[in-house]
Antibody
Framework: EVQLVQSAAEVKKPGESLKISCKGS????????IGWVRQMPGKGLEWMGI????????RYSPSFQGQVTISADKSISTAYLQWRSLKASDTAMYYC??????????WGQGTMVTVSS | DIQMTQSPSSLSASVGDRVSITCRAS??????LNWYQQKPGKAPNLLIY???SLQSGVPSRFSGSGSGTDFTLTISSLQPEDFATYYC?????????FGGGTKVEIK
């Protein structure tokens, strides 16, 4: 079964760092782009960026460039999304998703990140 | 960024109804348009890609049409499991952008 499994929910304080993960299985992880999508509470979907695990080619939305870092470790079929210094406004559900062509066809279950003092 | 405008933002319908949701792009995107369904507390699910191609495993009551700037998602006969929020997404420009969503509720 093709699936993406994300790391568990996190509760952090403002200023802390965080790295969440997305592990792929059931397909060739290095052959498909993996994207990250943010959904703030009660709001819509926002595309953050994308990485090709085969060569770590990474693209960011201008809205998220410099705010997060996307990376991947192809040896363990895992993509990552990380923050150096969290803000309360980073509180959201974060999804990873596979992108074979121009659509996001397989989604992880989501990781809820809560940033609160 | 390409702006995607969905309408309506919400609608009420009954089981068996034919439902249509529209999505308009701020510039021409050919057929680089996808539709997703999201149920509460769940990840989105791809329904339609490239404007009119049905994703594997998605019921045939879902269909998509359009090209250029105007697109439509149609549910031919609404079923109880279809009550959800639907999002369009353009994948022509970078970054890909989503519409604001259409919530389909039970009448």
């Amino acid at each position: 079964e093709v699936q993406l499994v994300q790391s568990a929910a996190e509760v952090k304080k403002p200023g802390e760092s965080l790295k969440i993960s997305c592990k792929g299985s059931g397909y060739s992880f290095t052959s498909y782009w993996i994207g990250w999508v943010r959904q703030m509470p009660g709001k819509g979907l926002e595309w953050m960026g994308i990485i090709y695990p085969g060569d770590s080619d990474t693209r960011y939305s201008p809205s998220f460039q410099g705010q997060v870092t996307i990376s991947a470790d192809k040896s363990i079929s895992t993509a990552y999304l990380q923050w150096r210094s969290l803000k309360a406004s980073d509180t959201a559900m974060y999804y990873c998703a596979r992108q074979p062509e121009n659509a996001l066809d397989i989604w992880g279950q989501g990781t809820m990140v809560t940033v609160s003092s | 960024d390409i702006q995607m405008t969905q309408s309506p933002s919400s609608l009420s319908a009954s089981v068996g109804d034919r439902v249509s949701i529209t999505c308009r792009a701020s510039q021409v995107i050919s057929t680089y348009l996808n539709w997703y369904q999201q149920k509460p507390g769940k990840a989105p699910n791809l329904l339609i890609y490239a404007a009119s191609s049905l994703q594997s495993g998605v019921p045939s009551r879902f269909s998509g049409s359009g090209s250029g700037t105007d697109f439509t998602l149609t549910i031919s006969s609404l079923q109880p499991e279809d009550f959800a929020t639907y999002y369009c997404q353009q994948s022509d420009g970078t970054p890909p952008t989503f519409g604001g969503g259409t919530k389909v509720e039970i009448k």
